[in-house]
């Protein structure tokens, strides 16, 4: 059975940073992207970045772009998002997702998915 458990999220005030940590477990996801989500209250959930298995490819959205770093760490089957400068509408629940398609494409055709972290940022 895959899991995927997300950790990290908290309060924090704009202009500061937290490090998401996604473990997953049941499977390994080679040659496929992982990658996190955000839904925000009372929108749709949205994709934030994705990292391929070499990490060599990212994707991010433009609004995060020089702010977040997305990771992972395939030898112990973990991907990371580090957030830095976060503004107050960075706020949302975070979702790490992962897939089994080897698409070369990163925004889409994910199945998997954890059960989400809070985060909010205050001004």
């Known amino acids: 059975q895959v899991q995927l458990v997300e950790s990290g999220g908290g309060l924090v005030q704009a202009g500061g940073s937290l490090r998401l940590s996604c473990a997953a477990s049941?499977?390994?996801?080679?040659?496929?992207?992982m990658a996190w989500f955000r839904q925000p209250s009372g929108k749709e959930r949205e994709i934030v970045a994705a990292?391929?298995?070499?990490?060599?490819?990212?994707y991010y959205v433009t609004p995060v772009k020089g702010r977040f770093t997305i990771s992972r760490d395939n030898a112990k089957n973990m991907v990371y998002l580090q957030m830095n400068n976060l503004k107050p509408e960075d706020t949302a629940v975070y979702y790490c997702?992962?897939?089994?398609?080897?698409?070369?494409?990163?925004?889409?055709?994910?199945?998997?998915w954890g059960q989400g972290t809070q985060v909010t940022v205050s001004s």
């Open positions: 997702a992962a897939r089994s398609s080897r698409s070369s494409s990163p925004v889409n055709g994910y199945d998997y």
């Open positions: 049941g499977r390994t996801f080679s040659n496929s992207f």
């Open positions: 990292v391929n298995w070499s990490g060599g490819s990212t």
